[in-house]
């Protein structure tokens, strides 16, 4: 099964590379010679990109309290960490934004993936180990990008998956395995693997569906479980909720988080649900 996706994956460089720009600041945060400057460097060569991180940093999104004017001023109050992060999701982001419409509709797959990553971030948020958890939101917004692969790779296949798991009212997972021999979310964690993506964000993509199955960054793979549950249910009122997620569920129960925050979660989904989307597609 494995050499099958490598298979699949091969052959095709922008697909089997991660974005140049990604690279090279991930490179340059491991250097330890490099400093803020020399970061924010690699960054200013991409002007889009400089100017949608200041976008996205200066938000609500990470809520500092005083204006930050530049990218180097970014990565100092920030972190190698964070800022890796908020490069690799503007990134990917900008790399698949030209896979045609008429082959998968884009605008769907993005608002789940975003209202998936902003359940994980306030999911993530309420943890108790919230500190080993920055990157849900990453995680979240990355789930489904094997969904993005097959469909950019294979559209006919992918579509003929997705109409046997219609006419059958079965699995998806079970309808791309018996179409391609292997499923959307191994995809999406063997990209990320070989994107060399960290690990937390890697388990997240593979297990999401099957979190039980994950040997570690159990906490993280469960959030953007449960999340993607969240986003592709009705959480408008609480009743809704807990019919498709109630109280005594075992993935929430193992999860620690006080179920009554779940409104309270949901409601910021909600409310900041269309900023987000500005932010990180909006052009």
Same mark, same amino acid.
């Given at each position: 099964?494995?050499?099958?996706?490598?298979?699949?994956?091969?052959?095709?460089?922008?697909?089997?590379?991660?974005?140049?720009?990604?690279?090279?600041?991930?490179?340059?945060?491991?250097?330890?010679?490099?400093?803020?400057?020399? #970061?924010a460097a690699i960054i200013q060569q991409?002007?889009? &990109?400089?100017?949608?991180?200041?976008?996205?940093?200066?938000?609500?999104?990470?809520?500092?309290?005083?204006?930050?004017?530049?990218?180097? @001023?970014?990565?100092?109050?920030?972190?190698?960490?964070?800022?890796?992060?908020?490069?690799?999701?503007?990134?990917?982001?900008?790399?698949?934004?030209? #896979?045609?419409?008429?082959?998968?509709?884009?605008?769907?797959?993005?608002?789940?993936?975003?209202?998936?990553? !902003?359940?994980?971030?306030?999911?993530?948020?309420? @943890?108790?180990?919230?500190?080993?958890?920055?990157?849900?939101?990453?995680?979240?917004?990355?789930?489904?990008i094997g969904r993005l692969i097959m469909?950019?790779?294979?559209?006919?296949?992918?579509?003929?998956?997705? &109409?046997?798991?219609?006419?059958? =009212?079965?699995?998806?997972?079970?309808?791309?395995? =018996?179409?391609?021999?292997?499923? @959307?979310?191994?995809?999406?964690?063997?990209? !990320?693997?070989?994107?060399?993506?960290?690990?937390?964000?890697?388990?997240?993509?593979?297990?999401?569906?099957?979190?039980?199955?994950?040997?570690?960054?159990?906490?993280?793979?469960?959030?953007?479980?449960?999340?993607?549950?969240?986003?592709?249910?009705?959480?408008?009122?609480?009743?809704?909720?807990? !019919?498709?997620?109630?109280?005594?569920?075992?993935?929430?129960?193992?999860?620690?988080?006080?179920y009554r925050l779940l409104p309270l979660?949901?409601?910021?989904?909600?409310?900041?649900? =269309?900023?987000?989307?500005?932010?990180?597609?909006?052009?």
């Open positions: 099964m494995t050499a099958s996706i490598k298979d699949f994956l091969a052959g095709d460089i922008e697909l089997s590379s991660p974005p140049a720009i990604f690279m090279r600041v991930s490179q340059a945060l491991d250097d330890e010679n490099n400093n803020a400057a020399d #970061i991409d002007p889009a &990109l400089s100017a949608r991180m200041l976008k996205i940093v200066n938000s609500a999104f990470f809520g500092f309290p005083a204006t930050v004017k530049s990218i180097d @001023h970014a990565i100092t109050i920030m972190g190698g960490s964070e800022i890796r992060l908020l490069v690799m999701s503007t990134s990917v982001v900008d790399q698949f934004s030209n #896979i045609p419409h008429t082959t998968f509709d884009m605008d769907a797959f993005w608002t789940h993936s975003l209202e998936t990553a !902003l359940f994980a971030k306030h999911l993530a948020n309420e @943890h108790p180990k919230k500190r080993q958890l920055s990157s849900a939101f990453v995680s979240g917004l990355l789930h489904d469909y950019s790779k294979a559209p006919d296949l992918a579509r003929a998956a997705a &109409l046997l798991a219609e006419s059958k =009212s079965g699995s998806e997972l079970e309808a791309e395995k =018996s179409t391609f021999g292997f499923n @959307h979310a191994e995809v999406g964690g063997a990209l !990320l693997d070989l994107w060399k993506i960290p690990e937390s964000i890697q388990s997240a993509a593979e297990f999401h569906h099957q979190p039980e199955l994950a040997n570690n960054h159990l906490e993280e793979t469960l959030i953007i479980h449960l999340a993607n549950r969240l986003s592709r249910s009705d959480t408008s009122s609480e009743q809704s909720t807990m !019919l498709e997620l109630p109280p005594e569920d075992p993935q929430w129960l193992q999860l620690g988080i006080p979660i949901s409601n910021e989904v909600q409310q900041e649900f =269309s900023i987000t989307q500005q932010l990180f597609f909006g052009h």
